[in-house]
């Protein structure tokens, strides 16, 4: 009897697991003008098995504010197979309409948006995220990025809206050629 019951226990139990991919990156990489916080020293992507859950993290060189002089960004980059260089874009921001029209209305704010760049529309507030102290979290329903069964990614991070046509202010790992890959 106590074995059956321990099996079923078992069998019943949702014990969530992770694989990961991670990278670091120097500190200090980024232009003299940007401010620290913008300056990624760690990134990791983590599926939560059993969660449905991408769990993306990027760790700052500088306590993040909790609002930023001005626009601020932190990317994660994915690339899945067959598709553009970069398919979707994952974004935790500190916007406002006024420097970045597909910001969400009102005040400068807080938002998180997921855009598949083949159309380019992004849809604001498509995942959970948290900024505390250096760390910018973003909590990822797959199905957000295609849901493929391998990608690569890399993290960016952005003083201006990309619209501006000015480059990312950091990548780790630093260029889009040195992309993770991510295998499920």
């Given at each position: 009897m106590f074995a059956c019951t321990a099996v079923i226990a078992l069998a019943g139990s949702t014990t969530a697991s992770a694989h990961s991919s991670v990278a670091?990156?120097?500190?200090?990489?980024?232009?003299?003008?940007?401010?620290?916080?913008?300056?990624?020293?760690?990134?990791?992507?983590?599926?939560?098995?059993?969660?449905?859950?991408?769990?993306?993290?990027?760790?700052?060189?500088?306590?993040?504010?909790?609002?930023?002089a001005g626009f601020a960004a932190w990317n994660w980059l994915i690339d899945v197979p067959g598709g553009l260089p970069i398919d979707y874009a994952l974004t935790v921001r500190f916007c406002s309409?006024?420097?970045?029209?597909?910001?969400?209305?009102?005040?400068?704010?807080?938002?998180?948006?997921?855009?598949?760049?083949?159309?380019?529309?992004?849809?604001?507030n498509s995942f959970e995220?948290?900024?505390?102290?250096?760390?910018?979290?973003?909590?990822?329903?797959?199905?957000?990025?295609?849901?493929?069964?391998?990608?690569?990614?890399?993290?960016?991070?952005?003083?201006?809206?990309?619209s501006s046509g000015l480059p990312s202010v950091d990548l780790a790992p630093d260029g889009f050629a040195n992309a993770l890959l991510f295998e499920r």
């Open positions: 670091s990156d120097p500190q200090g990489d980024i232009a003299t003008a940007a401010p620290s916080y913008l300056d990624i020293v760690h990134t990791k992507a983590t599926e939560q098995i059993g969660r449905g859950t991408f769990y993306f993290q990027t760790v700052n060189a500088d306590q993040v504010p909790a609002t930023p309409q006024t420097v970045q029209r597909t910001c969400g209305p009102g005040p400068w704010h807080w938002e998180s948006s997921s855009t598949p760049m083949a159309t380019g529309v992004s849809t604001i995220f948290s900024v505390e102290g250096p760390t910018v979290k973003g909590f990822v329903d797959p199905s957000l990025f295609g849901d493929p069964a391998s990608f690569r990614w890399l993290a960016a991070t952005r003083n201006t809206p990309v």
